[in-house]
């Protein structure tokens, strides 16, 4: 298995653009995590998926948020419209279960001028 | 407040030397993490902790639920060893996560 995919790696945008992150989770598992990194907050985690369901949404910070798994092998996370405070990575992960070894992408490094 | 509190966070070692890296939590769990954060920034999970103690090659850790309280150790650190690493907690719906403790192993 090639592990987590997300896509792009890396993104610049204007602010007030829509941003759409994109994930692929390993194949079997059936959680999935979209966290963001900054230097200020450390990592947080925004949204929690379980059989494609939104099981925790609590963290993510705004209405501006969105997130979405379709089926078992994708999932999105938009930000409409983007802020430069919004500049983070962002990170997906997947474990088989929510209390088991968490397998992480590369993240997608989002900066908003 | 912070649920996760990891020490230290700052820590500079020599090439063979055994390293503790502690994280302290305030919340009621159901698992703890441990992540390794590389310079290049992708992150790794170490170790997925509930009860007792877990080895991987050189890397040890252990949690005890009674003090809140886990560490992760490295025996013969290696300067491939330096990185960040993150404690986090799920703490159901919650996950919190440290700050880090940042190494740095000299050859």
């Known amino acids: 298995d090639a592990g987590v995919i997300q896509s792009p790696r890396h993104e610049v945008t204007e602010m007030g653009q829509e941003v759409t992150l994109r994930c692929k989770p390993i194949s079997g598992h059936n959680s999935l995590f979209w966290y963001r990194q900054t230097m200020m907050r450390g990592l947080e985690l925004l949204i929690y998926f379980n059989n494609n369901v939104p099981i925790d949404d609590s963290g993510m910070p705004e209405d501006r948020f969105s997130a979405k798994m379709p089926n078992a092998s994708f999932s999105t996370l938009k930000i409409q419209p983007s802020e430069p405070r919004d ?5 997906c992960a997947s474990s088989l279960i929510r209390d088991t070894e968490a397998f992480f992408g590369q993240g997608t490094r989002l900066t908003v001028v | 407040k912070n649920e996760v509190e990891q020490s230290p966070q700052n820590l500079t070692a020599q090439e063979g030397e055994f390293i503790t890296i502690n994280c302290s939590y305030s919340v009621g769990i159901s698992a703890l993490h441990w992540l390794q954060q ?7 999970s170490l170790f997925m902790l509930s009860s007792g103690k877990k080895k ?3 890397l040890i850790a252990t949690i ?6 886990s560490s992760l150790h490295i025996t013969a650190s290696h300067p491939r ?3 960040v690493y993150i404690c986090a907690v799920n703490s159901q719906p919650q996950f919190y996560f440290g700050t880090g403790t940042s190494l740095t192993v000299i050859p």
């Not at chain 2, 005890?64 to 309280?69: A, P």
């Open chain 1, 87 to 91: 500049s983070a990575v962002y990170f």
């Open chain 2, 38 to 44: 590389h310079p290049g920034g992708g992150i790794v």
């Open chain 2, 56 to 58: 991987h090659g050189r």
């Open chain 2, 64 to 69: 005890n639920i009674q003090e809140k309280h």
């Open chain 2, 81 to 83: 060893d330096s990185a």
